[in-house]
C-alpha cells in the first residue's frame, strides 16, 4: 500500500493509543500543560502573574502564592489550592474567573497528577516538542492471547495500553461495517452498494486491500483531507464578516486537494505555503501555496 495509507494507519493507531490516558501513565506535556494553557496562563504566566502565581515552572507552582498557599502541593490534591479554585462554585474564588471552567475529565487528569507526585520536566516548557528529536521505541511484548490478533508493529503499543487498562480487542466487524469504516475515513463518503455487495461476496485481505488503494486514488480523497488544513489555515470563500463578500482564492483550495492527492511530502507542503514564491524558478502553483497567506 501507498505511503499515505502507512501514514493515515500510524495517524489512527496513535490516536487510538493516546485517546485513553491511564492512571499510572499521565504525560505532563500531552496531559497536564495544555490544560494550564488553555485555562490559567493569560493570567498566570509569563506576563501576568495574579495573586502572585506563575505556572509555567514547578517550583513557582509550589511556591506559596499571595493567598499563603501554593497551588500544587506534590502528593496532596486535596490540599492544593489549585484544585480547591478549579472546583469551587464561588464566581469569586473559581478559576479560570471567564471562559469554559475546567471540565470533570480535566480536573480528574490533575489531581491523579499531582497525587502521583506532579512530575514537571524542566524541558516541558523551555523547549517546544517539535524541536525534541524523535527516538524509536522499542516495540512492547504482545501477550500470547492476543499474538494472533497484532498484524503490524503499531498493533503491539496497542496491545500494551489495552493490556494495561484490562481491555481486550473489540471483534472484527462484519465486511459490511468495516467498508463503511474505511470508505468514511479515507474520502468521506460511504461506498456504493456495489461495492458493498462484490465486498460481502468476496471480505478477503487482498480484496481489501484492492478497495484501500481505490480509495486513496480518488480524488475525493484530498477533498476529505484536504478540509481539517484548511480549517487550519483558516481558509474561507468569503470575508466572514460585514457584508461577507466574496473571495478569489478557490486556487488555494484546489492546490491543498491536489497536494493531497499527489502525496506531496510534508516538507514540501510546508516550505511552499510559506515561501512558496521565494523558490527558485517558482511555478505558478508554488506562488498560488503562498499567496492565501
Not at 493516546?18 to 490559567?40: E, G, L, M, S, V
Not at 461476496?201 to 477533498?223: F, K, Q
Not at 466574496?246 to 486537494?257: G, K, L, M, S, T
Request: with cysteine.
Amino acid at each position: 500500500m501507498s505511503r499515505r495509507l502507512a501514514t493515515a494507519l500510524v495517524c489512527l493507531a496513535l490516536t487510538l493509543v493516546q485517546a485513553t490516558t491511564f492512571a499510572d501513565d499521565i504525560d505532563f506535556q500531552r496531559d497536564i500543560f495544555p490544560i494550564f494553557q488553555a485555562k490559567c496562563l493569560t493570567c498566570h504566566g509569563e506576563k501576568e502573574r495574579e495573586g502572585g502565581l506563575k505556572l509555567l515552572s514547578r517550583s513557582d507552582a509550589t511556591a506559596r502564592a499571595d493567598s499563603g498557599s501554593p497551588a500544587i502541593i506534590p502528593g496532596d490534591s486535596a490540599g492544593s489550592e489549585l484544585m480547591h479554585r478549579i472546583r469551587s462554585t464561588d464566581e469569586d474564588v473559581v478559576m479560570p474567573p471567564e471562559g469554559t471552567r475546567v471540565s470533570a475529565e480535566q480536573q480528574q487528569l490533575l489531581q491523579r497528577w499531582i497525587d502521583a507526585g506532579a512530575e514537571w520536566p524542566q524541558s516541558a516548557t523551555t523547549q517546544h516538542w517539535a524541536y525534541i528529536a524523535p527516538q524509536r521505541s522499542e516495540l512492547p511484548t504482545v501477550p500470547t492471547a492476543m499474538a494472533d490478533w497484532v498484524r503490524h508493529p503499531i498493533d503491539r503499543f496497542v496491545a500494551a495500553r489495552l493490556t494495561a487498562a484490562g481491555f481486550a480487542p473489540a471483534a472484527s466487524a462484519e465486511p459490511g461495517k468495516l467498508l463503511r469504516r474505511v470508505s468514511l475515513d479515507l474520502i468521506g463518503l460511504p461506498p456504493t452498494l456495489e461495492q458493498l455487495a462484490a465486498f460481502q461476496r468476496d471480505p478477503s485481505p487482498e480484496h481489501y486491500e484492492r478497495i484501500v488503494d481505490e480509495l486513496l486514488a480518488s480524488p475525493r480523497y484530498g477533498e476529505k483531507w484536504a478540509r481539517q488544513w484548511l480549517d487550519l489555515a483558516r481558509y474561507a470563500d468569503s470575508n466572514g464578516f460585514q457584508a461577507d463578500q466574496f473571495r478569489e482564492v478557490w486556487a488555494y483550495r484546489d492546490w491543498v486537494i491536489q497536494a493531497m492527492n499527489n502525496d506531496l511530502s510534508f516538507d514540501q507542503f510546508t516550505i511552499q505555503q510559506l515561501a512558496g514564491d521565494l523558490l527558485p524558478e517558482a511555478t505558478i502553483e508554488q506562488k498560488i501555496a503562498t499567496g492565501f497567506h
